[in-house]
């Protein structure tokens, strides 16, 4: 039976049960919470509420989430360990770093920068970290992590992203690991993926373009269905330049059109998230880990979406997302 890596050791694929494929246990500012802590307060609280939520997340029958949190969105696997200890829940984590534009610093000065001034091509470290991750655990903590992660947005394919896109890929083909790409489909990004992927050999099946939700352009996303990625409408909850039916009937249109099988759910949530100042939570209302359940799949089920479609959405995807990786 296939496994995958949660952050208590290994389960069976098919043990995965109903799967939200994009939520965050929090994402951070590292350098800004390591020097001015006082928004993030008691680290004890903060566990705390995580539990709460999370518990109360598998009380709608949720079994597994995917937390692609890497480097650049604050990622601390101790913390999570804690957190996972005390709820009845799958929580698989990623490596990978998030950048809309350049390298981190760390990076500049290594890997393919060198290249000029060696007269040699250098490898990127940026890969044998990722792999050293998913083989050999994060950072001593023996959590090994089970999928890759990067992004693109607005700005579109700059030498940063791509280097990032390409570790990634790279990455991904050393090992099997399945890759998930943050997107900005009002740009049409999704298509710089597929390029990219291409280049580097990587199946688009084993992709997952997030925030596809986050455009109606149903032919647009029809494109990259047919090209054989996984679209992920993983942004529920977030409504500040869409609305909730938007969001719900683009996945009732690519159900029609045939696609459930290519796509996931999901609300990329946290428990806390400092990108936000204090307040602007409340203009988001239904932006939380059991918006799906309560409110977005009865909505789906009015407009004619079956449930074998909604199981195989949340549970029939993601666990084919995580088969076939191969050993490593």
Not at 44 to 58: F, G, I, Q, S, T
Not at 200 to 205: A, I, N, Q, T, W
Not at 264 to 293: F, K, N
């Amino acid at each position: 039976m296939p496994q995958v890596q949660t952050v208590r050791g290994p389960v069976d694929t098919a043990e995965l049960g109903p799967t939200l494929m994009h939520e965050h246990v929090f994402v951070l500012t590292a350098d800004v919470q390591q020097n001015y802590p006082g928004e993030w307060g008691s680290e004890d609280d903060r566990v705390a509420d995580a539990v709460e939520k999370l518990r109360k997340l598998a009380a709608t029958g949720v079994r597994t989430i995917v937390d692609p949190t890497v480097i650049g969105l604050g990622r601390y696997i101790p913390r999570i360990q804690r957190i996972a200890e005390q709820v009845d829940l799958n929580i698989v984590v990623a490596t990978g770093c998030y950048t809309y534009d350049d390298v981190p610093f760390f990076f500049h000065h290594r890997g393919p920068a060198l290249n000029a001034a060696v007269g040699a091509e250098v490898p990127d470290p940026m890969v044998d970290m990722f792999v050293g991750d998913i083989r050999d655990g994060i950072a001593g903590t023996g959590v090994r992590a089970a999928f890759l992660k990067c992004a693109i947005d607005h700005q579109g394919l700059t030498p940063g992203v791509e280097r990032v896109m390409r570790a990634v890929a790279q990455a991904h083909r050393a090992t099997g690991a399945p890759i998930t790409v943050h997107t900005h489909p009002g740009s049409r990004t999704g298509l710089e993926v597929h390029k990219v992927m291409a280049d580097e050999g990587v199946d688009p099946g084993r992709v997952v373009l997030g925030h596809s939700g986050d455009t109606t352009d149903a032919d647009h996303l029809t494109e990259l269905a047919e090209a054989g990625f996984v679209l992920g409408m993983d942004r529920f909850g977030i409504n500040l330049d869409t609305t909730f039916e938007a969001r719900a009937d683009i996945v009732v249109e690519m159900c029609r059109r045939g696609f459930a099988g290519q796509m996931v759910l999901s609300q990329d949530a946290s428990c806390y998230i400092d990108w936000l100042a204090p307040g602007v939570m409340d203009l988001l209302p239904q932006w939380h880990y059991t918006h799906i359940h309560e409110d977005v799949l009865p909505y789906l089920r009015e407009q004619g979406v079956t449930e074998e479609q909604i199981t195989t959405m949340l549970v029939d995807n993601p666990r084919r997302y995580f088969e076939n990786v191969g050993t490593y």
